[in-house]
C-alpha cells in the first residue's frame, strides 16, 4: 500500500497541511517520465482537494481509473488525474521590479495563517519558502502580483534523474512555490480562503540556490470562488512551472484562521 504523509514543516493553517504542497506530493505519485528517461518535465495534473491534509498521519493513496486518491480513515483528502487543458502562463515580472514588489506584501501587514510554509511571515529562511508577493503596477482587474524566490538546499529531492547534475528543488516543493501567491493574487486580504483546486504543469524543477521570479494573477470571482493563477519563471526568463487554481472563501474557524478585519 502506498502512503502520503504531510509532514508539519509544510503546514498551511497551523494544523492543516499547506494546499501546494500536498497537491504537489500527491501528484508527483504519477509515474509519467519524460520520454528519454529522465524527469525534468511532468503532465499538467489537477488536485483538488477535499477536507484540511491533516499533518504527520499516513494518507492511504489508491489510483483507479486514472484518479489517484489520498485518502484518511476511508474518507478521499486529495484527488489527483491528468488535465489535458493548456495552461495560460502569467506574464513575467523582472527580478528588480519583483524584488522591490515585496515591501508592499500584504502579509507583512496583516496573514492569516503566519506559519503558513508557502508565505507565512514567521517562518525562518530555510525552513519555509517565504514568498513574500506583492503588486506589480496599480491595482486592477488582472492585474499581477510578484516576489522573487532562491529554492534552499533543504528542498533538494534526490529520487529522479536528471538530464544535468544541478540540485533541484521536489515537485512538492515547487507546487508550493506556486500556492499562496494565488491566494494574495485574488482576494485574501478581504475574506478568508482556502485552497480548493490546483492545476499545475512543471517544464523543469527549479535549481536549488538559483534566483527565481514567482508571478501571479487574479482571474475572477464566482461567489465563494476566486479564480487565479502562477507562473515561476528562472533567471534566464524560462517558465519553469505554471499553475491554475480555485480558492474557496470558508469559515476563519473551522482553520484556525484569523479575519482580514482583525489587523495587526
Known amino acids: 500500500m502506498t502512503e502520503l504523509i504531510v509532514p508539519r514543516r509544510f503546514c498551511g493553517p497551523p494544523d492543516s497541511g499547506n494546499g501546494g504542497w500536498t497537491a504537489g506530493a500527491l501528484a508527483a505519485l504519477d509515474d509519467a517520465d519524460a520520454p528519454d528517461d529522465h524527469c525534468d518535465s511532468w503532465p499538467a495534473i489537477e488536485v483538488s482537494l477535499r477536507q484540511p491534509p491533516p499533518l504527520d498521519t499516513p494518507l492511504e493513496v489508491t489510483t483507479e481509473d486514472g484518479v489517484t486518491t489520498a485518502s484518511y480513515d476511508g474518507a478521499p483528502v486529495a484527488t489527483a488525474h491528468r488535465a489535458p487543458r493548456a495552461l495560460a502562463e502569467v506574464d513575467p ?3 528588480a521590479a519583483a524584488a522591490a514588489a515585496t515591501s508592499s506584501y500584504p502579509g507583512h501587514t496583516f496573514h492569516p495563517f503566519p506559519t503558513c510554509f508557502a508565505c507565512g511571515t514567521a517562518r525562518e529562511e530555510g525552513d519555509g519558502l517565504r514568498i513574500f508577493p506583492g503588486a506589480v503596477g496599480e491595482r ?3 492585474h499581477r502580483i510578484a516576489a522573487p524566490w532562491t529554492p534552499h538546499p533543504s528542498l533538494h ?5 536528471y538530464a544535468d547534475e544541478h540540485p533541484r ?4 516543493a515547487t507546487w508550493a512555490a506556486l500556492d499562496c501567491i494565488g491566494g494574495w493574487a485574488g482576494d485574501l486580504t478581504e475574506r478568508l480562503m482556502v485552497l480548493g483546486r490546483m492545476t499545475a504543469r512543471i517544464d523543469a524543477l527549479p535549481v536549488v540556490g538559483e534566483p527565481h521570479v514567482v508571478v501571479g494573477e487574479g482571474r475572477g470571482q464566482d461567489g465563494r470562488k476566486t479564480f487565479t493563477a502562477s507562473t515561476l519563471y528562472d533567471a534566464d526568463g524560462r517558465v519553469v512551472a505554471t499553475a491554475e487554481h480555485t ?5 476563519p474557524a473551522m482553520f484556525g484562521g ?3 478585519t482583525a489587523r495587526d
Not at 157 to 161: G, I, K
Not at 247 to 251: M, Q, S, T
Open 169 to 172: 528543488a521536489s515537485v512538492a
Open 140 to 142: 486592477a482587474a488582472g
Open 247 to 251: 480558492w474557496i472563501a470558508v469559515d
Open 157 to 161: 529531492e534526490d529520487w529522479h534523474t
Open 258 to 260: 484569523r479575519t482580514p
Open 93 to 95: 515580472v523582472d527580478a
